[in-house]
């Protein structure tokens, strides 16, 4: 009735504990202030897709970042939980994401161990061998480099956002500095003004070429970092209150303006090479990841140093922050999440060094070629697209942005997830020219190496529809329990304190108001872990 709280959950116990004997839970966390996240986010949006890809895909070519961070920071949940919350039949989307979160763990950080000089990269440091199939032995100053890589990454976020939080202040601002006295070193080289009149003018002609087309998309998805789960791992640290929207803007104009000076820097010194070669700028570089190995010195590399080690953070942290948040009960107990960083960061450590063999070189371009872009990320932007702006509903989530921050946004987002973003998305995916990998324009894959691309592809995709299954075979194959569990999950409106709605999953109680949240955490009926909850609704007062 009115006034009334009503409760209707049916529940069953599940390792209540005696008062005074509850293991000794750690609380989640949050940053401990704007700049915190900030140069977190930027930090992750901000590495080599800046620096090495974009300028390189300018060489060869001439909505859903806002979606995934307010995400987080409505649900206060990583990757998975999150779309769990707002869509049960769709959290493969989130098991999708962090396979490709977990392939970058594995190959995006082992990118960096190459020569810092360029006159014996290939048979000196890499001791590159003639194919994928022959890998060789692990070149043993590689390891080495890959160990202490990836002990300062454990020691960075060991501690969760608290440590993370400190590092980004050092590793998210350095490589500006660095990228500033490069830029300042190239444009004042000879021929630097025909390197970037070749950076400025574009080819129109490409534009009819899909793989152009594709190769674009791919470059705003690797640069920004949608759909592997790291935004919406990071924003979850917020408070509920923040301006993610305004976050977003300024977080991305960040990013663009990044990749546009970076371009610069490096088309400056590629005509300078030019100019000394006698050759055309169109000739100067090798294709793909040699691009940068074969221009830049050692200043050049203490920064791409850095940008990897400030973006391999963020991959480290969103994927452990997912998992604590997948199992609470028992990694949010004091030592088990530190236990957990140590075991992935030796997981991805052994399975890194097949990168830093001989023939590793061939292994890293499958890795980034199929593993962690192109079509698995634009398959999971349609889906992401799909569920938030037709299954949860575009006006539904509107409403939670504007309850955090306190005005209703442009309804543009609304039209890119309904419309634009799944529609772009698939015409990417149906008409994209899949040019099969080379390496360096000079070796082509065996055909079991394009099969072994296309299935870690795969791997990522596959999550989506084989959830969906699960889900169906779980309720009996019935569509319709289905549906009635989607109209339970979530706010179907303006959420306000009169008029909540919560979730309730692995004994939490999550209120999509603060204020009640935060009313009720002292209750001591209510703590985590008590009592495993099997629905997901409460009226609260007011609502008979």
């Known amino acids: 009735g009115e006034g009334k709280w009503f409760i209707p959950f049916c529940c069953e116990t599940q390792g209540i504990w005696v008062l005074g004997e509850k293991p000794e839970m750690e609380p989640r966390g949050q940053w401990s202030n704007k700049m915190e996240f900030m140069l977190s986010m930027a930090g992750e949006i901000i590495g080599l897709g800046n620096v090495w890809r974009f300028p390189y895909l300018c060489y060869k070519n001439g909505g859903v970042f806002f979606l995934e961070t307010a995400l987080g920071q409505y ?65 043993w100053e590689l390891a080495l480099c890959l160990l202490f890589a990836w002990v300062i990454c454990y020691f960075c976020i060991w501690k969760g956002v608290k440590s993370t939080g400190k590092v980004v202040y050092f590793t998210a601002t350095f490589p500006y500095l660095m990228l500033f006295v490069l830029l300042i070193r190239g444009v004042t ?9 070749f950076y400025l003018k574009p080819d129109i002609s490409r534009l009819a070429d899909p793989q152009v087309w594709m190769d674009a998309g791919t470059q705003i998805f690797f640069s920004y970092a949608i759909c592997q789960g790291c935004l919406t791992a990071l924003g979850s640290y917020n408070k509920y ?30 005509g300078f090479m030019a100019q000394e070669q006698g050759v055309p700028i169109s000739e100067v570089g090798e294709s793909g990841a040699g691009l940068p190995f074969t221009v830049w010195s050692c200043l050049f590399f203490l920064m791409l140093i850095f940008l990897r080690l400030d973006s391999q953070f963020v991959c480290l942290e969103s994927l452990v922050t997912t998992i604590v948040d997948m199992y609470p009960n028992v990694l949010q107990r004091k030592g088990h999440r530190e236990l957990l960083t140590l075991v992935i960061a030796v997981i991805c450590y052994l399975l890194g060094l097949m990168l830093v063999t001989e023939g590793g070189m061939y292994v890293f371009q499958l890795f980034d070629y199929y593993a962690a872009s192109g079509t698995c990320l634009l398959f999971l932007a349609i889906f992401e697209a799909i569920c938030v702006g037709w299954v949860y509903g575009a006006d539904r989530f509107y409403n939670n942005i504007e309850d955090m921050i306190g005005y209703r946004q442009w309804p543009l987002f609304k039209m890119c997830w309904q419309v634009v973003t799944p529609d772009v998305c698939l015409v990417g995916t149906n008409y ?113």
């Open 75 to 139: 649900t206060s949940q990583g990757g998975v939980t999150a779309w769990r919350k707002i869509c049960p039949l769709f959290e493969g989307i989130g098991y999708a994401s962090q396979v490709i979160e977990s392939y970058l763990n594995i190959y995006y950080i082992s990118g960096m161990l190459t020569s810092l000089t360029s006159c014996t990269v290939r048979k000196r440091v890499l001791g590159l061998t003639d194919g994928i199939h022959n890998l060789g032995t692990v070149r």
């Open 189 to 197: 080289l000879p021929g630097a003004a025909e390197g970037i009149t």
């Open 241 to 270: 209150n923040n301006n993610c929207y305004r976050d977003c803007f300024m977080l991305c104009f960040l990013n663009s303006a990044t990749s546009f000076v970076a371009g610069f820097a490096i088309f400056s010194v590629l």
């Open 432 to 544: 994209g020219d899949y040019t099969p990998l080379k390496y360096n324009n000079w070796y082509v894959y065996s055909p079991w190496g394009y099969i072994l691309g296309w299935l870690m592809a795969l791997s990522s995709m596959i999550c989506i529809p084989l959830y969906i299954i699960f889900i169906l075979l779980k309720t009996g194959g019935s569509l319709k329990k289905v549906k009635e569990g989607l109209e339970l999950l979530g706010p179907k409106f303006k959420s306000s304190p009169e008029q909540d709605v919560c979730s309730l999953h692995d004994g939490n109680i999550i209120f999509s108001h603060p204020a009640i949240s935060h009313s009720l955490s002292s209750v001591p009926s209510f703590s985590p872990g008590r009592i495993q909850f099997k629905t997901y609704l409460a009226l609260m007062p007011g609502v008979t």
